[in-house]
């Protein structure tokens, strides 16, 4: 077989897909996974800084101890990729801060929270910086066994026989829209167009060494707002590391305020907005960091997920959306999606025995 044609192609490498490629590649498929961006992850996202780095998209992992996911806390725990944090986890609202009630622990990755993503890519063939710009159903004599050809920015094309679209719905829109010409149902299309998204954007602030007194005198480590027009999250980034690191705080902003600014050329503005509101309301001197860095996230938390964990199209070729946006929202939600759309794609392919999720960390944790 040709070294670009798979019999899985899996677009995006966030926390679906990776789950997805890697339970497939397990089970003997030839996977790839095409991902636009320079790392894997998505959403579950570390930025690299000056002298530190942070955690500017998932703030930690907290998974159900009940539940089949559980076992990647105890695979990570005994690589010290995690460690307990924020405990507890604090609310502010009008009536002032208080400690919230404890649910599942909740871990921080000292080395950034992309680390368990790459994790979970060990052994799989990504193609990073691959952003994926159109999908023909092939009619290539070469690959008959080939149904998709997939089309990114910067690569020759790739062929596979089943494809799995691992990315938010508005942006699986856009690859699947085109498709409807040939005979993509009005359905399928349309619940890609009802599972919208809300917008956040996060600050990223780092202070010079003397703010960490400031820091120490703080109760908490993290705060949640309950009814703040502009600040939905606050965390003492630099809470989260082991070694000694510059003093960094992540702000995320509400729905409201990241729509108000979402198109703004530049975000220098509203970043300082998000660190007056706080300076104001939770730590003194926060409105004057060394610096200051702000990322838009246009699709950051479902607003309206699908209802089931993954949504198939109604073609004869194999093509399965996952991701976040299919069940629920968060990264559990988006293992299990990426689980479930594996699993639906291996019983309509060879049928193979997949292995569980435990087996997959299990696996993972030998390499
Ligand atoms: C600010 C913020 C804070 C959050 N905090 C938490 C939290 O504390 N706990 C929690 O459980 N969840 C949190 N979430 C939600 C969590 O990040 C997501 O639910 C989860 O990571 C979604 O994973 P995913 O694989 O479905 O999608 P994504 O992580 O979005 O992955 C999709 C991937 O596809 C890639 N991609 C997109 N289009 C293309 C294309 N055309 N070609 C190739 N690649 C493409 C993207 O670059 C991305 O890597 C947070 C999200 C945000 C934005």
Known sequence: MDQDCFDVAVIGAGMAGLICAQQLTQAGYR????????????????????ETW???GVRYLELNPKSELYPLVPALLQREMIVPW????????????????ESYPRYAAPLG??????????????RLNQRVIGLHLSEIAMYPEASWQIISESSAPVSATALVIAIPA???LDLCEPLAAKGLAPEFVRALQDATYAPCLSAIAGYPPEFQTEIDQLPWQAITALDDPILDWVGIDSSKRT??????????????????????????AAGQAMLNQAEQNLLPR??????????????????????AEFLQAPIEQLLICCGDWCGGSGVAAALKSGLAAGDRLNSQFHSRSLPSFELIIDQLNAL
């Open 31 to 50: 996977v790839v996974v095409l991902e636009k961006s320079r790392g894997l992850g998505g959403r579950m996202a570390t930025r690299r800084l000056q």
């Open 54 to 56: 942070a955690d500017h």
């Open 86 to 101: 924020a405990t507890p986890l604090y609310t502010w609202a009008a009536d002032g801060l208080k400690p919230m009630p």
């Open 113 to 126: 929270i992309s680390a368990i993503a790459k994790f979970l890519g060990q052994g799989l063939e990504v």
């Open 170 to 172: 508005p942006q699986a």
């Open 243 to 268: 070694q000694l690191a510059q003093p960094t705080v992540v702000l995320q902003s509400t729905a409201a305020f990241a729509h108000s600014c979402l198109e703004s050329a530049s975000l220098e």
């Open 286 to 307: 926060l409105a004057a960091p060394s610096w200051l860095q702000v990322h838009r996230w246009r699709y950051a938390f479902p607003l309206h997920p699908y209802p």
